[in-house]
């Protein structure tokens, strides 16, 4: 059964950065597009960055110019660069996988989720 596990979050003050990382376990098959999402108290969880094997990127306007979502397909694994991190970055950062075994140019997110990983901004 594949399983994400993240790591990396933790406090920083507003304008550092920190990187996330997740890691699928137990696949037999390659991730070809990954996402990461956050959920802020109260809010709805969101997509902030995602990629796919094609080299397609996409971010939120809240997070373009200062996240960069990164990853290695042969390793099954994904991480997410935040720098100048802001306090509305404060929430609960999730990797979702893409389920499809090949090679897409999009992400299509499914039902497999890390356990999340909490970032907080604040002096």
């Known amino acids: 059964q594949v399983q994400l596990v993240e790591s990396g979050g933790g406090l920083v003050q507003p304008g550092g950065s920190l990187r996330l990382s997740c890691a699928a376990s137990g696949s037999n098959s390659r991730i070809y597009a990954w996402g990461w999402y956050r959920q802020a108290p109260g809010k709805q969880r969101e997509l902030v960055a995602s990629m796919a094997s094609g080299g397609t990127r996409h971010y939120a306007d809240s997070v373009w110019g200062r996240f960069t979502i990164s990853g290695d397909n042969a390793k099954n694994l994904v991480n997410l660069q935040m720098d100048n991190l802001k306090s509305e970055d404060t929430a609960v950062y999730f990797c979702?996988?893409?389920?499809?075994?090949?090679?897409?140019?999009?992400?299509?997110?499914?039902?497999?989720w890390g356990q999340g990983t909490q970032v907080t901004v604040s002096s």
């Open positions: 979702n996988a893409d389920r499809r075994t090949e090679p897409v140019s999009w992400f299509q997110p499914s039902d497999l």
